[in-house]
């Protein structure tokens, strides 16, 4: 039988949660080829590392307007909606957009995802944003990732994180998070997904860190420490599959009988085919029983940032 899907997909990108369908209309509206890399994961084949960071910038090059973010977002939200969820946490890069490639003004940005998300509240949706830095640009970036959006931050913003390769030192971005927590912003990190495990108990020793998101490289004491800490841990199988297959067998299981307090999330589902009821078969697959695939589900509503969000679902009160 089946699991029953989370209803909370704690953890997707924007920029890789694009309908597959309107990516291939838009191209053919602009006139653009598909790289082939990304017709390959659509195919659901892994591709090398570098061949999915090309698919996903050919996406994120599409997000130039108030309409198309506002389409983003209502493509993360159908998505979830479909698979049974009724709310989900999103990653956004808004300085890789704005300003890295000049390609749309803030104010756009913010007002199409404002749009998107206000649509899908009225749908019963939940929903939050978190605002992603690159962490092989370094804390410098960081910083100007704060600078620029600070000044006018949208309530639905609830947290910061580092995305990106993990090839800057945690413990050097301490004073980003510290600015970002105290202007009111929960700090998440992608840790251990494409750098050493040590990395994860550096984010959250060091970096001060409250969330990671992947975490799979980890050792056992690791795994223990982040019980013990109670620190949240978003895990993607289908990305995990394809970005981290050497990781193998997936650690699932062995953090769930740690403590971690693991929770599902479907990552770049609009490069790599999957949503939150592929996410739980596949959990379901590593052997997990009843009782561990309801905890997962159980700690992704608890720990889900778009439970406390400033975009409520239709007829919900706080």
């Known amino acids: 039988m089946p699991p029953a899907p989370p209803l909370i997909d704690r953890h997707t990108h ?10 291939r209309w838009e191209a053919e509206r602009r006139c653009l080829a598909l ?10 084949t892994a ?60 104010d756009a940005f913010w007002r199409g995802l404002e749009e998107g998300l206000a649509e ?29 959006v600070l000044p006018a931050l949208p309530p639905f913003v609830k947290g910061f994180s580092t995305g990106g390769l993990e090839g ?6 301490a004073p980003v998070f510290d600015r970002a927590r105290s202007a009111g912003m929960h700090i998440a990190a992608h840790a251990g997904e494409n750098g050493p495990g040590s990395n994860v108990r ?4 060091e970096g001060g860190v409250a969330r990671i998101v992947h975490g799979i490289r980890a050792d056992t004491a690791t795994f223990e420490l982040l019980a013990e800490l109670r620190i949240p841990v978003d895990i993607c199988p289908s990305s995990n599959r394809v970005l981290a297959a050497d990781v193998a067998p997936h650690p699932l299981p062995l953090m769930l009988s740690a403590g971690v307090r693991c929770a599902l999330g479907t990552d770049d589902p609009g490069l790599i085919p999957c949503d939150l009821v592929t996410e739980a078969a596949a ?5 997990l029983d009843e009782a561990a695939l309801a905890t997962l589900g159980r700690n992704g509503v608890e720990d889900a940032w778009c439970m406390d969000s400033g975009v409520e679902a239709a007829g919900s009160s706080r």
Request: contains cysteine; aromatic residues 10%.
């Open 168 to 173: 800057s030192p945690f413990r050097a971005w």
């Open 202 to 205: 550096e984010a959250v020793l």
């Open 283 to 287: 959990a379901q697959a590593m052997g």
């Open 47 to 106: 591709v090398p590392f570098e061949g999915f960071i090309e698919a996903f910038l050919f996406g994120a090059a599409l997000l130039d307007s108030r309409e198309s973010v506002r389409e983003a977002a209502l493509a993360v939200a159908r998505r979830t909606r479909l698979a049974g969820g009724t709310g989900f946490d999103l990653w956004v890069s808004p300085h890789f957009l704005v300003v890295h490639r000049g390609q749309i003004t803030l």
């Open 14 to 23: 924007l920029e890789g949660s694009l309908d597959p369908h309107w990516v």
């Open 35 to 44: 790289p082939a890399s990304l017709e390959t994961l659509w195919s659901g």
């Open 120 to 148: 899908a509240a009225s749908w019963g949706l939940r929903s939050c944003v978190v605002v992603d830095a690159v962490n092989h640009f370094g804390p410098k970036h960081g910083q100007a990732v704060l600078d620029l």
